[in-house]
Each structure stands twice: as structure tokens, then as C-alpha cells.
């Protein structure tokens, strides 16, 4: 089925109008009609081959949320009319030791986790291409359910910036209670990902700090959720905070220094890096082994996860804090992410696609 959708056509190349293919629905599959679409960091990182491998034509696109007009005949859990959501992943083995611990994105198996975008399309060979597009199909299995108290533009980018910022949370924060009470936790970065970190451990209970380099961005911090509010270039204020996080999530997208933030991990606290700058980043020994402290990466979540996230999210009105933008203005909404111009995410109305 040919579908609207706008690509890069390589690395300098602004994102432009493409038509893409989708395969009609197989019998386990759910086609959606997109409503949003949120823009992630890494759809910049992909558009301009930051990490070197991009596969170009490059669509964009995996914070996905929509509307099922058609379903498998097989498919037991949508029905046409109902919300849907696809986040980073449409596909997986789901037999390896990851899969069967809901954690496909580490998948192992024959053809690996496949990717919303840049991946291997199983179905129609070349690539999959992601949400910046008028429909999506996706195998039932990996679309997730949105519950209907959200709103659904401020739902979308949960797809990816809310369950990247769940996950370390929960799994490096849990207290007793399976909560984050009781604990220090600090979110590195305001941007989309981070804002969803400041919202997710203040909801969790955690004792949370921003740590920004924006100082326009020190009441809005608070406003989200945040204790205290650190300019992260101001070593006095940093120093204040020495060894006396319990966590810290770096959700950065350039280059800065890690031992910075290190120094600030009580023992055995841990730091986690969400965010990918295209470099690698130097740690000097000591800020791991004085005193011992750890190191620690997360890539997205499950779909389990991505739907507890979502139900949570739910249950608790958990939304994001969003720009919506036209798709013909995504070019200059990437320039604008580039100089944390964003609050705190851009999602594009769709219709915009189809107008
Ligand atoms: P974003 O909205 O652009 O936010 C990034 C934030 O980092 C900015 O708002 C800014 O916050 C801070 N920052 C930017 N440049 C900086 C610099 N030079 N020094 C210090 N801080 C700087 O990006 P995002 O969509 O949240 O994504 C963040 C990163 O996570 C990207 O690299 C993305 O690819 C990655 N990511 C990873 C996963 C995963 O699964 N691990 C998933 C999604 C995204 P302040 O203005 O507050 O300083
Ligand atoms: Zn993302
Ligand atoms: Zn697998």
C-alpha cells in the first residue's frame, strides 16, 4: 500500500516528502492510522548518520500513536476504532532468553529485535520505516494498548522518552516498597527524555534533582516534578551534592563530562546512560572506584514494560509536555532540539501529512 511519510535521503539531505510501502495486514497484524508522532533525539541521530549506521532513505519516527483501522484475522487484542501505539521495536524473535523475559530489545535470536526505523523488514525486505507517516502495520504483539484517560498527543512521545526513563528508574531505583521513596535520584538533561525522568521519580517518590545546563529552565524543573534544580556549570552548586545520589539518569545528547556526575554517587550508587552522544565519553578510574560506584547503560523497555509504563502513566496522569508542529516543519524543529529549544517535546499532528 503506498503511504505518505517524509525521509532523509542521506545525511545532509533536510527530511522531504516520500512514499513509502506498507504490507496489507496479515492475520496478526493491526493497521494504524497515525495521529502523532513525537520526535525523538535519535530520529536526529538517525536523519544525520550520527552514529554511522544509517540506511538511507531513513523515515523517522517511534513515538507512534493512532487509531486501528483494520485488523488480522487473527488479532484478539484491538479492534478497529480503538487507540494504538508503536514504540521503538515491531518485531523479534520471541523464542531467545530475552524475548522470554520481555526484554526484546536485547533480542538474540535469527534477525534480532527489529527496529521501527533503520531496520530489517522481514515482510517486504529493505528497511522498516517509522511514524513519519500516514499509517503504520505492526504485528499485534508489538503494539501497545493507550489507555483512554491520557491525551493522545501528549501520550505519544510516552512511546519512547517515558518508558527509556521508566525502566532505569525501576530497575536501579526500586526501594522497599517497590517504589523510589526514600531515595536521592537525579535526571541529567531537560529535554524530552529527561523531562519524563524528573515527572516518573517524582511520581515514584524519589527525593528528585535536575541537573541542567539551561537556566531558563530552573522553574519549569521545578514545575515538573523536581526538588532542587542544579546549574550543572556551576561547580559549587555541584559540589553541594557530592557523594549523595542513590542514582542518576544522564539522558545528554552531546558530548559532556561523566565524572562530573560520578563524583556525585553515593557508594554503590549507580549512573545510568540513556542518552548517546555520538562520541565516547572518557571515565577516569577514580570516579568508579572512589568510593566504589557503578557504571550502568538502558535501552528503552520491554513491551510488558512499555505497557506497565503506559497503565501507570494512566492511573497516575503522567503526560507529556509537548510542542505540536506540522510535519512540514520538522527540519526546523530539529534545528530547534539542537539548541534545547523545546518544551520538552515536539510531536507532529499528523493530519498535517494528509491535509
Ligand atoms: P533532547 O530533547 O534534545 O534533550 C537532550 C538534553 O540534553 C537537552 O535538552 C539539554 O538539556 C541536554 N544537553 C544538550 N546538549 C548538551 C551539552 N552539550 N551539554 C550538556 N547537556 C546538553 O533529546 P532526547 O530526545 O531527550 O534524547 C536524549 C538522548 O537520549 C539522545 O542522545 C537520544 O538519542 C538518546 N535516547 C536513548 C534512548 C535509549 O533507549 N537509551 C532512547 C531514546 C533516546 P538542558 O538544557 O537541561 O541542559
Ligand atoms: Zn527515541
Ligand atoms: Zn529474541
Redesign the pocket.
Known amino acids: 500500500m503506498p503511504t505518505r511519510a517524509f525521509a532523509a535521503a542521506s545525511a545532509t539531505a533536510p527530511l522531504a516528502p516520500m512514499s513509502i510501502e506498507r504490507r496489507p495486514p496479515l492475520a496478526s497484524d493491526v493497521e494504524i492510522d497515525i495521529l502523532f508522532c513525537g520526535v ?3 530520529d536526529l ?1 538517525f536523519a544525520r548518520n550520527e552514529w554511522g549506521f544509517t540506511q538511507f532513505p531513513v523515515v523517522p519516527g517511534h513515538e507512534i500513536l493512532g487509531r486501528v483501522t483494520r485488523v488480522g484475522s487473527s488479532v484478539r487484542n484491538f479492534k478497529v476504532g480503538d487507540l494504538a501505539a508503536v514504540g521503538c521495536m515491531v518485531d523479534s524473535c520471541r523464542s531467545c532468553d530475552h524475548c522470554k523475559r520481555g526484554l526484546e530489545q536485547f533480542c538474540f535470536g535469527p534477525g534480532g529485535c527489529v527496529f521501527s526505523y533503520n531496520g530489517a523488514d522481514k515482510h517486504l525486505g529493505g528497511m522498516t520505516f517509522g511514524g513519519y507517516s500516514e499509517k503504520v502495520v505492526c504485528d499485534e504483539a508489538f503494539t501497545l494498548k493507550v489507555p483512554t484517560t491520557l491525551d493522545p498527543a501528549r501520550a505519544a512521545p510516552l512511546l ?2 517515558g518508558i ?1 526513563t521508566y525502566s532505569p528508574l525501576k530497575k536501579w531505583g526500586a526501594g522497599p516498597d517497590g517504589t523510589l521513596k526514600g531515595k536521592k535520584v537525579g535526571i541529567v ?6 523531562h519524563m525522568g524528573v515527572k516518573f521519580a517524582h511520581a515514584m517518590g524519589a527525593h528528585t534533582v535536575l541537573f ?3 537556566q531558563g ?1 530552573v522553574a519549569d524543573g521545578k514545575k515538573l516534578g523536581a526538588h532542587d534544580v542544579v546549574i550543572s556549570k556551576d561547580a559549587d552548586a555541584m559540589a553541594k551534592h557530592a557523594s549523595s545520589f542513590d542514582l542518576i539518569v544522564d ?6 563530562d561523566i565524572n562530573a556526575y560520578m563524583a556525585l554517587l553515593k557508594l554503590d550508587g549507580t549512573l545510568v546512560m ?4 555520538p562520541n565516547p565519553q572518557a571515565i577516569h578510574a577514580f570516579s568508579l572506584i572512589m568510593p566504589r560506584r557503578n557504571l550502568a547503560g ?3 523497555g520491554g513491551i510488558a514494560e512499555t505497557q506497565e509504563m503506559l497503565d501507570f502513566c494512566g492511573k497516575h496522569n503522567v503526560q507529556c509536555d509537548i510542542e505540536l508542529i506540522k510535519m512540514q516543519q520538522i527540519n526546523e524543529a530539529y534545528e530547534r ?1 539542537l539548541k ?1 529549544d ?1 518544551k520538552y517535546r515536539f510531536v507532529i499532528d499528523m493530519a498535517s501529512l494528509k491535509g
Open positions: 525523538c533525539h535519535s541521530h519512547c522518552a527509556t538533561g531537560l529535554g524530552g527524555l529527561g541542567t545546563t539551561s529552565k539522558t545528554v545528547s552531546a558530548d559532556h540513556v542518552g548517546v552522544p538502558s535501552l528503552i532540539m534545547s523545546v
